[in-house]
């Protein structure tokens, strides 16, 4: 068997599980922006999940839109599954409110956290992988279609 091949840009996943007190994030803005060839995964978890409001406060909504400025940086929202006993409904919750917050920062995805590991799981987790594409593919259409009506 062939070895895997690398990619071709440098790749960090950070999990950036802490409050954005001022200047807690800025040793990520510094690398991203010091480091322009490697690409930074930021996952971002304000409450084990978005929280129960429709937009974070005030420190993650001015941190996330500085995050969302860097080229280099591709922004997740942390969604825990409970190992399989969370309601599907509650974690489809999550992803619709971090989908929302593209109304006003950059987050380009999900990142699924205590995921179950048994067989008989694999298809919620790869219902709840394919609602996510689902959500991100409408949005993207719906600006492509919103700046062709410009």
């Known amino acids: 068997m062939a070895p895997a091949s690398r990619p071709s840009t440098p ?7 802490i409050y954005p007190l001022s200047g807690a994030w800025d040793s990520i803005f510094e690398s991203a922006r010091a480091n322009p060839h ?3 995964i930021v996952i971002v978890n304000p409450c084990n999940g978005p929280g129960p409001d429709t937009f974070p406060d005030s420190s993650y909504a001015a941190n996330l839109s500085r995050l969302g400025k860097l ?23 999550d ?34 992988a394919q609602f996510t594409r689902s959500c991100w593919q409408q949005r993207d259409t719906g600006r492509a279609v919103r700046k062709r009506l410009r």
């Not at 790749?11 to 599980?17: D, S």
């Not at 080229?71 to 919750?93: I, Q």
């Not at 920062?105 to 205590?114: A, H, L, Q, S």
């Open 38 to 40: 490697v690409s930074f």
């Open 95 to 128: 992803i619709g409110i971090y989908l929302g917050w593209n109304e006003k920062f950059r987050v380009d995805g999900i990142f699924f956290d205590e995921a179950p590991s048994s067989a008989e799981c694999i298809p919620v987790m790869a219902g709840l």
């Open 11 to 17: 790749c960090i996943v950070v999990p950036l599980y």
């Open 71 to 93: 080229g280099n940086v591709v922004p997740l929202g942390y969604v825990h599954c409970s190992y399989g006993d969370r309601p599907v409904a509650d974690v489809e919750r």
